[in-house]
């Protein structure tokens, strides 16, 4: 089976999907269900690129988000509501270029401009998170990882289609570098927004204080905005930078440099395993990715003890649970008939402290903890030897027998 990439110049045309962007209309592909555009000119254009395609059609291309564009005609209905736009308050003096500074001035993480503007980016249960992988990464989760860390509404990064644009949001410390050709990216519906923080305020502050020397990737600002010379993407962490349950038919996708979208793999809960969904033709994408063999059609995360995963109950007994938005949360089970509704769910895990220092208890191996740090700073790290795996998660090992409030904790889900 060969999967088509989700974008298509051709198919753009065919539908005739006009979008007029800075005073011009031009043919256009929509992306991630209108929260993107991709534009279209036979002609060279000032800040397009020349992108020729085999299918023939105009050369020149370029990706602008919804919020850039003023008019779009024949655009489909879509099925679902879409996400709540960033917005900022009217100002005669302050445009969107003294906003965007703002965001990358650590010292104005508490201006009401911008706690305003980033108060607009909001959660809702069913929203589509992305996060941006390396290959190792992308490895990492096929094998068991699930989502944890920072992260980003899809609808505000679906104009980022390329290696080279979406290295902003990368958390390994590598940018696109060591992968020029193409980006991986873990694609999932939050299950509920009380599960993610914004990384503002004094709950953060430490990440913000955190030297080079122990950090991977971009410094992390404190005023909720990724670190960016001309983008305004707002920032997401999994609460405590805790691991969350892989919710069903999330997916595994490449972006290669001619900008279209490969989806990789998609999670099947009920078998805890990732199906190959990439056929011949995207194979080669995932040569880079290590210890995964391109040709495997499945590959099952196994019975390892998982750091955390849903609980619900159903005719008074509790049962795994699983997220499958936008329908709801379902028992766990294999067979289509066995797969009832919950009538309560809850995000279950495990936290401890070492040595006075709060953390998530990953997993446990002949007696010692691997620990994920919930509020990393520089005191934090140096005296639990915490080392960086990415952009805001430290990990480090600890003796079991020296954690301390041990404790399985379950945070429920209104339904």
């Known amino acids: 089976m060969d999967v088509a990439p989700l974008t298509s110049g051709a198919a753009g045309l065919r539908t005739g999907l006009r979008v007029t962007f800075e005073g011009t209309t031009y043919p256009a592909e929509e992306i991630a269900r209108g929260a993107a555009y991709e534009l279209f000119s036979a002609a060279e254009v000032t ?17 602008v988000h919804c919020t850039e564009v003023t008019a779009v005609q024949g655009a489909a209905e879509q099925a679902e509501a879409p996400e709540s736009p960033l917005l900022m308050p009217v100002h005669r003096t302050v445009g969107w270029g003294r906003v965007q500074q703002l965001t990358q001035r650590p010292e104005a993480a508490d201006d009401p401009l911008v706690g305003a503007v980033r108060a607009t980016a909001v959660l809702r249960r069913g929203t589509r998170m992305m996060k941006v992988l390396s290959a190792r990464q992308l490895a990492g989760h096929v094998r068991g990882w699930l989502p944890h860390g920072f992260c980003y509404r899809e609808h505000d990064v679906a104009h980022l289609r390329t290696p080279a644009a979406l290295a902003v949001l990368r958390g ?9 050709d193409v980006a991986y990216a873990l694609r999932w519906r939050a299950a509920d927004p009380g599960d993610y923080d914004v990384p503002t305020g004094a709950a953060y502050r430490g990440l913000t204080a955190l030297p080079a020397s122990e950090r991977l990737g971009a410094p992390v600002l404190g005023t909720g905005f990724a670190p960016s010379n001309d983008q305004l993407i707002p920032e997401f962490v999994t609460r405590d930078l805790v691991d969350l349950p892989m919710p069903a038919n999330a997916s595994l996708v490449a972006y290669p440099a001619q900008g279209v979208e490969v989806v990789l793999y998609t999670y099947q809960a009920e078998q805890r395993g990732w199906l190959r969904m990439v056929g011949p033709r995207w194979r080669h994408l995932l040569a880079a990715v290590p210890d995964l063999a391109p040709d495997q059609e499945y590959v099952p995360v196994g019975e390892a003890p998982r750091s955390t ?7 008074g007994a509790e049962h795994e649970a699983v997220a499958d938005l936008p329908g709801g ?52 790290v140096a005296v639990t030897g915490a080392q960086c795996h990415e952009r805001g998660v430290h990990e480090t090992w600890a003796p ?15 339904l």
Do not use: K, M
């Not at 390994?172 to 020029?180: E, S, T």
């Open 47 to 63: 800040g397009f690129e020349w992108a020729p395609r085999p299918e023939g059609g105009p050369a020149w291309r370029r990706f």
């Open 172 to 180: 390994d410390g590598q940018g696109v570098a060591d992968n020029p």
């Open 309 to 315: 995963h849903l609980v619900g109950r159903y005719a």
């Open 400 to 414: 079991a027998a020296e954690v301390t409030d041990d404790r399985v904790v379950d945070f429920p889900y209104r």
């Open 329 to 380: 949360f379902r028992v766990q089970a294999i067979t289509r008939a066995a797969r009832y509704p919950v009538e309560t769910v809850a995000r279950r895990l495990r936290y401890a402290h070492w040595r006075q220092v709060p953390c998530q208890v990953l997993r446990e191996e002949s007696g010692w903890l691997r620990l994920r740090l919930c509020r990393p700073d520089p005191d934090s």
